[in-house]
């Protein structure tokens, strides 16, 4: 007999306003337990000073989750510029430190110019990314640097939203951008152009993929549901599996057509598009899961869901 996997068989897509001191994966365990969800996972990391949007899924959702690791990202973000700090945030030592009481908003301004549309980033040290299967910032903090290639990103929009003069000038910003960016790049970078040098002081997610804040809840009502055990509240809270896919294209199918999809066969679907991975849902509306137009125009089953369980 196969072991029996521990909590319940949930499946859907939590959307957590991601409190500072967390990191990605503690918020992920802290919302697997509250839940006692049998399988969770993340959808990228967000650092543990960073607070704001994570899409956590559960269940057959988190066959889906790189959907949302792809997906554009956007952020509100205040740097602190006259200061260098080892990890480029506020959680780093400070390297070294310059007046910066002579920078005006119009030089800020000029030096956000650079960091618009597709530029070339260096991860940081003390990322997530991986090297010979370590985190970097693991190897940071043993004292190892090893070398990085540079990237490209795509920074959609960067807009200058407030500006405070002094020796440690901070500058408030917003930003759209492709995934794999690394905010704290950009404030590390445009200190460095304008000869002060920079890092992040304050980071929210507002928005990754299709979701939004403003749809987000917060840890704290999560837990107050949990004592007053009002479970149908919390499951209430979960969004379909299929809201990580509104990029794709949908094609429905009838009921012998998805019969034959969960045989692992692909089907001629009528309208498909022509090629590209696309939504598979029933003409009832009920979701299967993820698909690919083949040359000859059917429709093969990529991800589907486990229904019946």
């Known amino acids: 007999m196969g072991r029996q996997r521990k909590g319940r068989l949930l499946d859907g897509i939590l959307l957590l306003d991601k409190p500072a001191g967390f990191s990605s994966n503690q918020a992920l365990q802290r919302v697997k337990w509250l839940f006692f969800a049998a399988k969770a996972g993340h959808t990228g990391s967000l650092d543990p000073l960073a607070t704001g949007v994570l ?12 959907y949302l690791l792809d997906a554009d990202k956007a952020y509100t973000s205040t740097f602190v510029l006259g200061e260098r700090r080892t990890t480029g945030d506020a959680e780093g030592e400070v390297l070294a430190t310059v007046d910066a009481s002579a920078l005006t908003r119009q ?12 530029i070339e980033q260096i991860p940081s ?8 299967g370590q985190p970097l910032y693991k190897l940071a903090r043993k004292g190892q640097e090893v070398e990085r290639s540079a990237r ?3 920074i959609h929009h960067l807009e200058l939203l407030d500006f405070r003069p002094g020796e440690r000038a901070e500058v408030d910003v917003a930003i759209e951008c492709s995934k794999g960016t690394y905010v704290r790049s950009i404030a590390e970078d445009l200190g460095a152009a304008l000869g002060v040098g920079g890092y992040v002081s304050a980071l929210r997610r507002t928005r990754a993929g299709p979701f939004t804040l403003e749809q987000c809840v917060a840890l704290p009502a999560l837990e107050a549901l949990k004592e007053a055990e009002q479970v149908e509240d919390m499951d209430a809270l979960l969004l379909p599996a299929d809201t990580a896919l509104e990029a794709l294209p949908t094609v429905r199918l009838t009921e012998s057509g998805g019969y034959y999809l969960r045989q692992g066969q692909p089907v001629l679907v009528p309208n498909a598009p022509h090629n590209g991975m696309v939504r598979v849902a029933l003409e009832t509306g009920e979701f299967l899961g993820v ?10 089953p990529r991800r589907l869901i486990v229904t019946g369980r």
């Open 152 to 154: 490209s990103v795509v």
């Open 55 to 66: 899409p956590l899924c559960l269940g057959e959702a988190t066959k889906f989750s790189q």
């Open 125 to 132: 040290m003390y990322s997530a990314l991986k090297h010979a």
């Open 107 to 118: 030089q800020v301004e000029q030096g956000l110019g650079a960091f618009r549309g597709e």
């Open 291 to 300: 698909g690919e137009i083949l040359d000859d125009g059917r429709v093969a």
